[in-house]
Each structure stands twice: as structure tokens, then as C-alpha cells.
T-cell receptor, first 114, second 112 residues
Framework: DVKVTQSSRYLVKRTGEKVFLECVQDMDHENMFWYRQDPGLGLRLIYFSYDVKMKEKGDIPEGYSVSREKKERFSLILESASTNQTSMYLC?????????????FGAGSRLTVL | GQNIDQPTEMTATEGAIVQINCTYQTSGFNGLFWYQQHAGEAPTFLSYNVLDGLEEKGRFSSFLSRSKGYSYLLLKELQMKDSASYLCAVGVYGGSQGNLIFGKGTKLSVKP
């Protein structure tokens, strides 16, 4: 019954490495989101996408990029990982609607950058 | 600016009632959401209010006052499994914020 799948639960990378975090949803949702969650800071939006090949910056896009080549898949890319990107990364999706939408989250990817 | 405030931590006793408050100031309002997040797990949707008043769903209820920028989540007959973080989130229209702006969460500990 898994609906939003994140490819890796735990990753350990070195400073300067390129990191790919993959997210796939099987609910045919138009909207997809990447958040990071840090103690004391809560959930902060990195990037979101309302459609294939579309992307919008969230609150903290610096150091990240995204890719949405297919409707079901939304990838987060760290071009050159840094220690301050050590965090829990959460992917979410929601259907397109006129009002606010309920987000369905993936289980999260905990990234440690050494 | 955008601001959502909720207490950082709360403690309650099994079987009791607890109320978690949330105040918000946002540009544009498109509903108030509550999510539950157990440690190490993904947030899961609990409730949504877009009109003033109380929405009841089993042991959980959520209240909204748009004029006061205020909401609360009420948990009755607390169980140990209710120990989790509770996230208040406000839906906003468009802009660079995406759909939801989240508060920092309230960590609820239920004691026997």
C-alpha cells in the first residue's frame, strides 16, 4: 500500500560528492514537493513541481536542484554535498485541486554528509 | 511575513485530554492542516479546517478561528501510541511557498 517511495532511507556521503535522492508516487498526483526537516526548524520547502518539467523554488533552494521528467518521479540533486546539508529529506505529493491539498509523504531519506 | 507558532513540547497522562494550540500569520490563507509524525516516520494527515469551527474525527478534533489566526488540536482519551510530534500547517495560495507552510511541531509525550 506504499504510495510515495523514496529510494534510500539512509545515505552517507562525503563533502563535495553529487547526491541524488529519488522519489516516486503511484497516485497520479500532479504536485510533488521536497522538504528538509531539522530539529528546531521544522519542515522547510526546498523545491516543488506542479507538472512534468516544471519546477519552482521553495524557501531554501540554494545548493539544490530538481528534475521532473516523468509525472510520477521527482528527483532532488545536491551538486556538491556539504555538511550543512546533513538532514532528513521528505518527499510529498498531492493532487491538483482548486483548494489546498492534502500532502502524502514518503518515509524520508536521512542524509549524512561527512 | 509568514509565521506559525506552536509549543515545542507537551506532556500528558494516558487517558487524559490534551489541547495543542497553533497561531499563525500568513499572507493568504487556504486552510489549516494538522499532521502527526511518529519518531523516524513520515508525517501523516490528521485534519483540515477551512471554515471556522470544530471538526471532530473520533478521538481527535480540530478547531479554527480565522479572525484570530488560531487553531487547536484536541486529543481525547490519550493512548501511549499518541506520543508523537504534531505539526500545524497553513495552506497558502501560489507564490514561492508551495502549498503548505509548516510550524516547527509540538512533541507530545504520553505518560502512563
Amino acid at each position: 500500500d506504499v504510495k510515495v517511495t523514496q529510494s534510500s532511507r539512509y545515505l552517507v556521503k562525503r563533502t563535495g560528492e553529487k547526491v541524488f535522492l529519488e522519489c516516486v508516487q503511484d497516485m497520479d498526483h500532479e504536485n510533488m514537493f521536497w522538504y528538509r526537516q531539522d530539529p528546531g526548524l521544522g519542515l522547510r520547502l526546498i523545491y516543488f513541481s506542479y507538472d512534468v518539467k516544471m519546477k519552482e523554488k521553495g524557501d531554501i533552494p540554494e545548493g539544490y536542484s530538481v528534475s521532473r521528467e516523468k509525472k510520477e518521479r521527482f528527483s532532488l540533486i545536491l551538486e556538491s554535498a556539504s555538511t550543512n546539508q546533513t538532514s532528513m529529506y521528505l518527499c510529498a505529493s498531492s493532487p491538483r485541486a482548486s483548494g489546498a491539498n492534502v500532502l502524502t509523504f514518503g518515509a524520508g531519506s536521512r542524509l549524512t554528509v561527512l | 511575513g509568514q509565521n506559525i507558532d506552536q509549543p515545542t513540547e507537551m506532556t500528558a497522562t494516558e487517558g487524559a485530554i490534551v489541547q495543542i494550540n497553533c497561531t499563525y500569520q500568513t499572507s493568504g490563507f487556504n486552510g489549516l492542516f494538522w499532521y502527526q509524525q511518529h519518531a523516524g516516520e513520515a508525517p501523516t494527515f490528521l485534519s483540515y479546517n477551512v471554515l471556522d469551527g470544530l471538526e471532530e474525527k473520533g478521538r481527535f478534533s480540530s478547531f479554527l478561528s480565522r479572525s484570530k489566526g488560531y487553531s487547536y488540536l484536541l486529543l481525547k482519551e490519550l493512548q501511549m501510541k499518541d506520543s508523537a510530534s504534531y505539526l500545524c500547517a497553513v495552506g497558502v495560495y501560489g507564490g514561492s511557498q508551495g502549498n503548505l507552510i509548516f510550524g516547527k511541531g509540538t512533541k507530545l509525550s504520553v505518560k502512563p
